[in-house]
């Protein structure tokens, strides 16, 4: 008799464990679910909005859902200006974007290996007037800037947008800094001892691990380059090397009509690349690390 | 003889030489290490040295001087120094100056930990293996992703409008959020917020990077959720959470696209952003020498800040590669 | 390593890309570079223009930038530190002056003599606003006036007679306060806090807000600012104009947003080149009539009929003569002028006005009818805004003064006298 209830009750137990788990599940994306939705409201306004008749956008301004579809906002935005279509503007964009990326993680990860794990004299020096050169101002250094690259004869080409990120950029650097330093040395030495060099441990070890971080600053850097409009702005000035991020800008005008719905039709477009990559990218992230090597 | 031992590892080797040897192996290593890590950090030298040094040194030269963009050739120097003339301005006679500095510290102060909390919050929320969570991932980055653009201003001036926006309407207020000096600061706040993305996603990265075999062990010893939470977690991720404070307290410092298009740093300027302020000084009014003036003691206060982080960080940071 | 390869491969081959872009524009052809700022509307109407000029002028190949207004003055400012100023610049009023006093601007005078720009059919007065010191900086591409927008519905519904177009500030409060007590809306939209309003106060009472020397303020009494102040605070006071909290969310929104077009006001205040907007914005059946602005008792009108903006020259120009010739080709050539079909404000000359009227629509054609109005009842063209005045505008005008007056932080005399004092010594730098 004790046994059989011992293991109704096990029974019992076991039921409810696989019942915890389903309710778990069922609160954790409720609960998800909603603060994301919550999260791209503004989103969903947007993309209602390139949706809209421009006076609709206004009149209408609390409702999500618009009274008509105007499919032809996004015909209308995408034609651009005068004969560049945003066919051209997303063209010089992904150059823009996909070498600067390139560029400026591979950079990033070489130095911050330089600076998290090798020895040299100078280096905090070095790290700290990275870090400096952080803090000032963009607009400030922009026109010395400006006039530099003029005096070399680099306005009106990508020279000034992609050669400069052949140095990385401190902020990567920094956060792939802390990522290697995070990662035990272990292996490191055990491979040293192998007589590996410091370049060698740098592709071999380090660099398969920081898959994560690189992978990270990899959206970071895409994202923000995509999104840059001053430098393309004022370096490259002819329409048919607009950026989309500097179309965008040259839609609206206070003092004369100004197409809205356009405005959000390509806005919304302007974002999918961008989703696209962070989705693209987030199964690395979902895989993790692999962590071999730190057994024995 | 030691040159002629077999040695096993390398490093008994070297021990097993001579003195003097060692003397000129360890000196040559050190000129390789030299080597090798200027070599890992060229990209950078070379960069910084030949296209950020001159703009940078030249701005300091400039907030001595009364360079005014369109009328005096940065090239020609026909500008004229004027000593601290600049900063003495700033300080004494620039009524607006001490409006932009009380905004941007109460700006930084505010959003700075508001967005860490979050997304550090989040990212733990997220940082599992269940089915669709890289659509959540990209939900609660996308905002970040739609950052500094028109249709953003335009779109966030919607949610906070008095009468027919969102945020009223739930928290059946009747504010008049960009009109209303003691909340305007709000919408800037909340949009910084809104956009924790960034910070989120190197959280997640850094969450990602703790070994699972870790999380594995201590489950063994018996230590629930929480304990884990303290007592791997947490430590774990120190370098993560000392980089994001010290580049969300650059960043917030420095924060002005938000600013220009949807605020403007109206009303009164209680939204008036130090760095809007600068870029009004530099390119409306064109006082490129002052607004370097002003960029330069923005530089001192957040090197200052930054540094008592870095001072502070011996405590409470743990790095896992220091642990022998 | 794979990777090292890797980018060693794509370093060169961006080096290999690069001078290829570079070599761009390296053509026998004059090259004409050209900049404005503007709507996707106005960039395609410039360079459907511009195309059009290219096919009269084989020879010349006009290269054009634009941007928003936002970062237009960022972009030129930035151009002219590295002197690569384009050939024709689009320019505005409040800034010429800036430029002009830094030699950055080539005058006009020899291409008019010569008749490279033909000014015969453009009335003199349309172009003293682009003179300074005796000679021609720029070349109006439109003509502009402020304007009240009068919703003629909402004075049916409130049953309130329209007003004379020579109407006083005393008659608009009486207006005001009648619509809003019949209509219960803001009679006006917006706070009247524009500058230009606090210029052309004093253009009424036969004064310039600046001296002739351009060393100070131009009158002595700030009574006149500060009973206009007043005026407006006590109509806020009554709820007949929305107050500074209620109306920030509509500044620097765009005439779209102006209340007048969602019906929450029965006036609006524009410029006439922005009037189109609105209409489009509020729709079909709606009536729209422009009017005089308001003026003080026994005074002058305040209206004045000012360039929207300008063509200019940049006096490092290389190609001057050729620019001159597209200049002209936007103020006379029919067809471009039916292409950019006035959005830019009304054609200074004529003859192109009145080529345009025939086709024009009803909104159009009440805006050339409104500016035949003022310029038959307007004040003298006052003189571009002084070199200092960008500084005035940003940082004293609304900061100093406007801003805590229609606040209630302090008094509009408090205020005049702070802005008086500041202003002053801004102007006094003036050479």
Redesign the interface.
């Known amino acids: 008799m004790g046994v059989n209830s011992v293991r109704r009750s096990i029974a019992q137990v076991e039921l409810s464990k696989g019942q915890k788990a389903v309710l778990k599940t069922l609160v954790y994306h409720t609960f998800v679910a909603l603060i994301g939705l919550g999260m791209i409201y503004p989103i969903l306004w947007m993309l209602s909005a390139s949706l809209k008749e421009n006076a609709d956008i206004w009149s209408n301004v609390d409702s999500l859902i618009p009274r008509e579809i105007h499919l032809e906002n996004y015909a209308n935005g995408w034609k651009g200006f005068g004969d560049q279509s945003f066919a051209t503007f997303y063209k010089n964009s992904f150059i823009y974007a996909g070498f600067g990326t390139l560029f400026q993680v591979t950079a990033s990860a070489i130095v911050a290996y330089g600076f998290a794990r090798v020895q040299f004299t100078g280096k905090r020096f070095w790290f700290a007037l990275m870090l400096t050169s952080m803090m000032l101002p963009t607009q400030i250094t922009q026109i010395p800037q400006y006039i530099l690259f003029n005096e070399l004869g680099w306005v009106n080409t990508f020279y000034p947008l992609l050669i400069p990120r052949l140095g990385g950029a401190p902020f990567f650097i920094f956060m792939i800094v802390q990522f290697i330093r995070g990662i035990p040395t272990e292996l490191d030495e055990a491979a040293m001892i192998d007589g590996c060099t410091k370049g060698g441990i740098f592709f071999r070890i380090i660099l398969p691990q920081l898959k994560p971080a690189v992978i990270t600053a990899a959206i970071f850097s895409f994202y923000w380059t995509w999104d840059d409009f001053m430098t393309p702005l004022i370096y490259l000035n002819k329409p048919e090397l607009y950026t989309v991020s500097v179309a965008l800008r040259a839609f609206a005008d206070p003092s004369s009509a100004t197409d809205w719905g356009a405005i959000f039709a390509m806005s919304i477009l302007s974002l999918l690349p961008v989703f696209i990559i962070i989705i693209f990218f987030q199964r690395y992230l979902v895989e993790g690390i692999a962590t071999s090597g730190l057994k024995g | 003889m030691a040159e002629t031992t077999i040695s096993v590892t390398g490093s008994e080797a070297g021990i097993q030489k001579k003195p003097r040897s060692l003397f000129w192996r360890r000196r040559s290593r050190f000129q390789h290490n030299n080597l090798v890590g200027y070599l890992f950090i060229s990209p950078w030298l070379m960069g910084f040295l030949l296209f950020a040094l001159l703009p940078i040194v030249s701005s300091l030269v400039l907030s001595f001087t009364n360079y005014d963009v369109l009328r005096h050739h940065i090239l020609k120097a026909d500008w004229d120094y004027i000593g601290f003339d600049n900063f003495h301005r700033m300080f004494y006679d620039d009524f607006r100056y001490w409006k932009s500095v009380k905004a941007t510290l109460r700006y930084v102060s505010y959003a700075v930990p508001l967005r860490l909390i979050f997304a550090l919050a989040v990212a733990m929320l997220l940082n599992t293996k269940r089915r669709g969570v890289y659509l959540y991932r990209a939900a609660y980055y996308a905002p970040s992703v739609v950052g500094g653009s028109v249709a953003v201003a335009v779109m966030w001036r919607q949610i906070f409008g008095q009468e027919d926006g969102l945020i009223n309407a739930i928290l059946g207020v009747d504010i008049a959020w960009f009109g209303d000096p003691r909340y305007a600061m709000w919408t800037l706040i909340s949009l910084a917020v809104w956009q924790f993305g960034s910070p989120m996603l190197i959280f997640l990265a850094g969450l990602r990077q703790i070994p699972p075999e870790y999380y594995e062990a201590a489950a063994i010893d018996g230590a629930n959720a929480f304990q884990r939470f303290r007592k791997i977690t947490l430590p774990l991720l120190t370098p993560i959470i000392f980089f994001n404070l010290v580049m969300q307290t650059i960043h917030g410092f420095q924060q002005f696209t938000q600013a220009f298009i949807v605020t403007g740093g109206r009303p009164l300027d209680r939204t008036l952003l130090y760095p809007l302020y600068v870029y009004n000084r530099a390119f409306v009014s064109f006082q490129m020498g002052y607004a370097s003036a002003m960029s330069w003691v923005l530089l001192i206060v957040i090197a200052f800040c930054t540094a008592i982080v870095f001072a502070t960080s011996r405590y409470w940071v743990y790095y896992q590669s220091d642990e022998r | ?1 794979k ?2 390869k890797a ?1 060693i491969i ?2 060169l081959l ?1 080096a290999l ?2 001078p290829a ?2 070599a ?2 390296k053509q026998e052809k004059v090259e004409l570079h050209i900049t404005w ?8 109407k410039t ?2 223009a511009i ?1 059009l000029f290219e096919t009269q002028n084989p020879n010349i190949d006009v ?9 237009y ?3 030129m ?8 100023l384009p050939d024709v610049m689009q320019h505005d009023y409040a800034f010429m002056y ?2 002009y ?2 030699d ?1 601007l080539m005058p006009l005078d020899e291409f008019i003599a010569d008749g490279t720009i033909n000014l015969a059919d453009v009335p003199p007065a349309l172009l003293e606003s682009g003179q300074i010191d005796g000679k021609q900086y720029g070349i109006s591409l439109g003509t502009n006036s402020q304007a009240m927008m009068l919703d003629l519905d909402a004075f049916e519904k409130a049953g309130v007679e329209l007003p004379s177009p020579q109407w006083t500030w005393t008659e608009f409060e009486e207006t005001c306060l009648k619509l809003h007590e019949a209509l219960d809306i803001w009679c006006f939209g917006g706070t009247l806090e524009d500058e230009a309003l606090w210029k052309s106060l004093y253009l009424g009472y036969g004064e310039w807000v600046f001296a002739e020397d351009n060393k100070s303020l131009g009158y002595d009494s700030d009574e006149h600012i500060v009973e206009f102040l007043n005026m407006i605070l006590r109509l806020m006071d009554k709820g007949a104009l929305p ?7 509509y ?7 102006n209340p007048i ?2 019906g929450k006001a029965a006036m609006a205040y524009h ?1 006439s ?2 009037v ?2 609105v209409a ?4 079909e059946g709606r009536h729209f009539k422009l009017w005089h602005l308001p003026r003080p008792e026994g005074g002058q009108p305040e209206n004045y009929v000012k360039p ?1 903006m300008f063509f200019a020259i940049p006096a490092s120009a290389k190609h001057p003569k050729e620019a001159a010739m597209l200049i002209d080709f936007f103020t006379n050539s029919l067809e471009a002028n039916e292409i950019l079909a006035a ?2 404000g009304v054609p200074i000359s004529t003859v192109v006005w009145e080529h345009l009227y025939e086709s024009a629509d009803p909104v159009q054609q009440e805006i050339f009818d409104f500016l035949a109005r003022v310029t038959e009842d307007s004040s003298p063209v006052p003189p571009p805004d002084p070199a200092g005045w ?2 005035i505008r ?2 004293l005008y609304e ?2 003064f406007i ?2 007056v229609l ?1 209630g ?1 302090i008094s509009p005399e408090e205020g005049a006298a702070a802005f008086r004092e500041e202003a002053n010594l801004v102007l006094s730098r003036n050479e």
């Open positions: 390593m990777s090292g980018l794509l370093v961006v890309l690069a872009t570079a761009y524009g700022w503007g709507s996707q509307t106005r960039h395609d360079i459907a195309e290269i054009y930038e634009f941007s928003g207004w936002g970062d003055w960022t972009l400012t930035t151009k002219a530190s590295g002197d690569n800036e430029w006093s830094r950055l107050t500074e909290a209620e109306w920030a969310e500044e620097d929104q765009g005439p779209e947003n077009v969602t410029w080149n922005q189109v907007a489009n914005a509020a729709g929207s959005e830019r960008a500084e940003d940082n900061p100093l801003d805590p606040y932080e």
